[in-house]
């Protein structure tokens, strides 16, 4: 899994952060407390599991109609917004889902916030896929 | 030539849409049929409503400036991703392509 301390390395980066399905707020990690506090990666937190959810649906629904595959489940799920961008992976519960099916203690999703001007969208994929970070 | 034709000769886009603000279909390019082409530019368009909607609230419960407009989004299946920017979405490879370069791209498009 992806430190949070790792994705704080990633070019931009304001915060990292992790959370439970239902969204709650697990750890984080801030590097710019006057801009992003720990409130709003809460509610940031939540927004992130509730886009998860939809877009899980929408990958699910679309591989059934279309008969296409590799969308579901969702790894990553990135928002772009005006000035900041937040990439969330959900990639671990997957990796986990797998190695022992029925556990139902999943690890948590993972997040970083990103400055749109520095953001590396790739970098922070790649940090969040890497494989010899498995737990 | 479409403007949009030429996000198709980036590396690893598979399919190009543009799409109209109710999510119908203008134009798409690419390996997909005309159908699935109209059903990936509603999906775009619903799951764009649902992001600026929920980035919308976000905004207003913490009083954060810099999250709305939301300029787009990614979603990153196993092998497959769906990227957009305004009223443009596109199919990708994940193993082939250069995101960082297309949401670029998808970006200077979108002002067209």
Known sequence: ???????????????????????????????????????????LAHMCAANMCIATMQARGWEKVTHM????????????????????????????????????SLPPFTGVVLANEKADYEAAFATMENPESTP | MSMIRRILALDGVNVVCHFRDDGYLLEGYGLMARDDMARLAQFAHDYRRMAQGNADQLAMFTGMRGWTPPHGWILRGITQSVCSIGNLVCLVSNADALLNEIMLELREVSHW
Do not use: H
């Open chain 1, 1 to 43: 899994m992806a430190t949070l301390d790792e994705l704080m390395k990633l070019p931009g980066a304001m915060a990292a952060f992790e959370f439970r399905g239902s969204g709650e707020l697990l750890e984080q990690r801030i590097a710019y407390p006057e801009r992003i506090n720990e409130s709003t990666l809460d509610l």
């Open chain 1, 69 to 104: 595959k590799g969308f579901y489940p969702i790894q990553e799920c990135t928002l772009i917004g005006f000035d900041w961008s937040v990439v969330v992976s959900g990639l671990d519960r997957e990796r986990l889902k797998d190695k022992d099916r029925g556990k139902t």
